[in-house]
T-cell receptor, first 114, second 111 residues
Framework: ETGVTQTPRHLVMGMTNKKSLKCEQH?????MYWYKQSAKKPLELMFV???????ENNSVPSRFSPECPNSSHLFLHLHTLQPEDSALYLC?????????????FGSGTRLTVV | GQNIDQPTEMTATEGAIVQINCTYQ??????LFWYQQHAGEAPTFLSY????GLEEKGRFSSFLSRSKGYSYLLLKELQMKDSASYLC????????????FGKGTKLSVIP
């Protein structure tokens, strides 16, 4: 148990489907993140929420839509994805990393788009 | 912008010592994190260096030189379970708490 819980662990979806990834943390952190991890590539930051406000959107296609209803929950809504979107999607939470605590990551959702 | 460079892969023998280097160029710098990621799992925190020098934590140590934009992770008495990817992540200290990660170094420990 890492303190950050992601569901589902694995997801296979067609290009016309709509699905959502869920992330939950009860660590009292005030920032939450979505990262994408593809093979042979570094972790790519997708979205940052600080105190439930989106503070960063790193040129992510609109087929990915984040939602942060409260400080403990973060969603990533998916629709009309492409096969190249297949990757490991990681959620993380943190307080100010300058405090030395870094991020706490969830176990990720392995997404396959067929 | 951010530029982070670390070797893609390394192989070392069980019981040996290995040093994983990371060089970075960032706009703003507060400190540098190292994370460990086993295949198919979440990255886990290893260390955070703010000041120059070596910080030791059991078998793992991390070094930072701010003036050179350089860090390394030193793993001693290697064990098979140390086979993983090691991610270097400088932190700029910006308000949105963003970490930028390197591509990671995949370490394989062999008997």
């Amino acid at each position: 148990e890492t303190g950050v819980t992601q569901t589902p662990r694995h997801l296979v979806m067609g290009m016309t489907n709509k699905k959502s990834l869920k992330c939950e943390q009860h660590l009292g952190h005030n920032a939450m993140y979505w990262y994408k991890q593809s093979a042979k590539k570094p972790l790519e930051l997708m979205f940052v929420y600080s105190l439930e406000e989106r503070v960063e959107n790193n040129s992510v296609p609109s087929r990915f839509s984040p939602e942060c209803p409260n400080s403990s929950h973060l969603f990533l809504h998916l629709h009309t994805l492409q096969p190249e979107d297949s990757a490991l999607y990681l959620c993380a939470s943190s307080q100010d990393p300058a405090g030395g605590y870094g991020y706490t990551f969830g176990s990720g959702t392995r997404l396959t788009v067929v | 912008g951010q530029n982070i460079d670390q070797p893609t892969e390394m192989t070392a023998t069980e019981g040996a010592i290995v040093q994983i280097n990371c060089t970075y160029q960032t706009s703003g710098f507060n400190g540098l994190f190292w994370y460990q990621q086993h295949a198919g799992e979440a990255p886990t925190f290893l260390s955070y260096n703010v000041l120059d020098g070596l910080e030791e934590k059991g078998r793992f140590s991390s070094f930072l030189s701010r003036s050179k934009g350089y860090s390394y992770l030193l793993l001693k008495e290697l064990q098979m379970k140390d086979s993983a990817s090691y991610l270097c992540a400088p932190y700029s200290g910006a308000g949105s708490y963003q970490l930028t990660f390197g591509k990671g170094t995949k370490l394989s420990v062999i008997p």
